[in-house]
């Protein structure tokens, strides 16, 4: 019985994106495998601390880029100007704007996977803490749609959030390619 690929449903872009999107996701599995001596990450860190170790919080982060780095080369091959699509909002109009998509609305995965992005820029900013301008309920709401736990501005990372990310990122360039030329 042959099984379809399901890689073969998506442009070049999204091929790449869910395909490097599993690599990482599986370089992670194997580091952490064979790694026990992990760096604890953030002011809490140490023995028991709950907050995750650097190299979790580095996947989720890879992860989430390589999802904004699919939306950025889709917009720019549609013409947008690299000045249009700084931040996730404005991708969200410009995708609307280019492709009459409401991303919000038709991509389900859109919400966590944005939920997963505040993560990371909690984890490249902060090393895990919300920054300042992150301080807020939608930004809260977000997290708490991707499942991401917090104590107090801290975010909560672990090797099972590693695979959540993944999996809801791989959905959100599949649902992202289907509303795409």
């Given at each position: 019985?042959?099984?379809?690929?399901?890689?073969?449903?998506?442009?070049?872009?999204?091929?790449?994106?869910?395909?490097?999107i599993r690599l990482v996701a599986h370089d992670y599995g194997v580091?952490?495998?064979?790694?026990?001596?992990?760096?604890?990450?953030?002011?809490?860190?140490?023995?028991?601390?709950?907050?995750?170790?650097?190299?979790?919080?580095?996947?989720?982060?890879?992860?989430?880029?390589?999802?904004?780095?699919?939306?950025?080369?889709?917009?720019?091959?549609?013409?947008?100007?690299?000045?249009?699509?700084?931040?996730w909002p404005t991708k969200v109009q410009v995708w609307n704007d280019?492709?009459g998509v409401d991303v919000e609305k038709e991509c389900p995965s859109?919400?966590?996977?944005?939920?997963?992005?505040?993560?990371?820029?909690?984890?490249?900013?902060?090393?895990?803490?919300?920054?300042?301008?992150?301080?807020?309920?939608?930004?809260?709401?977000?997290?708490?749609?991707?499942?991401?736990?917090?104590?107090?501005?801290?975010?909560?990372?672990?090797?099972?959030?590693?695979?959540?990310?993944?999996?809801?990122?791989?959905?959100?360039?599949?649902?992202?390619?289907?509303?795409?030329?």
């Amino acid at each position: 019985m042959t099984t379809a690929d399901p890689l073969r449903q998506l442009s070049d872009l999204g091929e790449n994106a869910v395909s490097d999107i599993r690599l990482v996701a599986h370089d992670y599995g194997v580091a952490l495998k064979c790694d026990t001596g992990l760096v604890r990450a953030g002011r809490f860190g140490g023995p028991g601390a709950s907050f995750g170790d650097r190299a979790t919080q580095l996947a989720v982060a890879n992860i989430v880029g390589i999802v904004e780095q699919y939306a950025e080369n889709v917009l720019l091959a549609a013409g947008s100007s690299p000045g249009a699509i700084k931040a996730w909002p404005t991708k969200v109009q410009v995708w609307n704007d280019r492709f009459g998509v409401d991303v919000e609305k038709e991509c389900p995965s859109f919400g966590p996977m944005w939920g997963f992005y505040d993560a990371r820029n909690a984890i490249m900013h902060r090393r895990g803490e919300l920054t300042h301008s992150q301080r807020k309920p939608q930004v809260y709401d977000r997290l708490k749609a991707a499942a991401v736990d917090r104590i107090g501005y801290d975010i909560v990372v672990n090797a099972e959030m590693v695979d959540r990310c993944a999996e809801v990122c791989v959905r959100c360039v599949q649902e992202l390619d289907k509303t795409a030329p």
